[in-house]
């Protein structure tokens, strides 16, 4: 096991107390980017500040068949807010090549929100292949395929507690 669920969960609540802060007085977007993020998702919004102005929204985006990335980013889901105005923080799971988020942050700035940062739950940052950098991160990991908290391989493992390398 990479990540156990106590270390986990004390991280998500420091990344909400730094982005309560941060946002404190604005109209706060959170766009959790289906499905791997709807774990983190459910425990980072439940860490911010009740005083914060807080809506939801999801996107849906496919870039991986199985363990290998393809490399080309197709939109399922729109966002249904509207975000103009809005400081849209974007919530992933996991950046890896940095292609994903490269291209969803790019298509999201044509809808002209206030602001748009990223906040993921892992950065695997020696599998960059774009100079992207997220403004908040809650573990750098190895690079390894990792599951778990909402990551899958084809489908399965997501409801894991925890992080773990994926050994077939
Ligand atoms: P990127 O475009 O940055 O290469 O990949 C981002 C997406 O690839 C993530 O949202 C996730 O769906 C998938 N991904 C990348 N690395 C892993 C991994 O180690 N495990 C799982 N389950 N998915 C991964």
Redesign the pocket.
Known sequence: MLLDEATLRARILELGAEITRDYKGKKLLVVG?LK?STIFMADLVRSLGPELDVQLDFVAVS??AGKA?TGTVRTLLDLRESPEGKDLLLV??????????TSLTETLRAHRPASLEVCTLLD?PECRKTPFQPKYTGFKIPN????GFG???DERYRQLPCVGVLRT
Do not use: A, P
Not at 92 to 101: A, H, P, Q, S
Not at 144 to 147: G, H, L, P, Q, S
């Open positions: 980017v791997g870039s991986y990335s992933e799971d996991i950046v890896d090549t940095g292609l994903t988020l695997k390894e395929f990792v599951v990551l899958d391989y």
